[in-house]
Nanobody, 121 residues
Framework: QVQLVESGGGLVQPGGSLRLSCAAS????????MGWYRQAPGEQRELVAR???????NYADSVKGRFTISRENAKNMVYLQMNNLKPEDTAVYFC???????????????WGKGTLVTVSS
């Protein structure tokens, strides 16, 4: 059973920074991609940033230049460094991963339970 566990959320003032972490554990043969999504109250869940095997990344336009995603393959972890945070960044942030549990099994998508980021003065 694969689990994704996020940490690092909290309350921060506008212009501040936070670093989110996500650890994948359990039966893991290969991780194809890891990423972060967010969902604000009353809004749909949206992609924030994603990093695939090999290091290629993509970001939502709204966070480009402010957020940086990175991955630590040996520890099955992904991070999201968030700088110059704005009130509109307030949301629950979810870790997402595409994981192959066994060599001959299909890739499946997994989600963490989310961590709340609140940007407010």
């Amino acid at each position: 059973q694969v689990q994704l566990v996020e940490s690092g959320g909290g309350l921060v003032q506008p212009g501040g920074s936070l670093r989110l972490s996500c650890a994948a554990s359990g039966s893991i043969f290969n991780i194809n991609a890891m990423g972060w999504y967010r969902q604000a109250p009353g809004e749909q869940r949206e992609l924030v940033a994603r990093i695939i095997t090999g290091g290629s990344t993509n970001y939502a336009d709204s966070v480009k230049g402010r957020f940086t995603i990175s991955r630590e393959n040996a520890k099955n972890m992904v991070y999201l460094q968030m700088n110059n945070l704005k009130p509109e960044d307030t949301a629950v942030y979810f870790c997402n991963a595409l994981i192959q549990e066994r060599q001959w099994r299909a890739v499946a998508q997994y989600w963490g339970k989310g961590t709340l980021v609140t940007v407010s003065s």
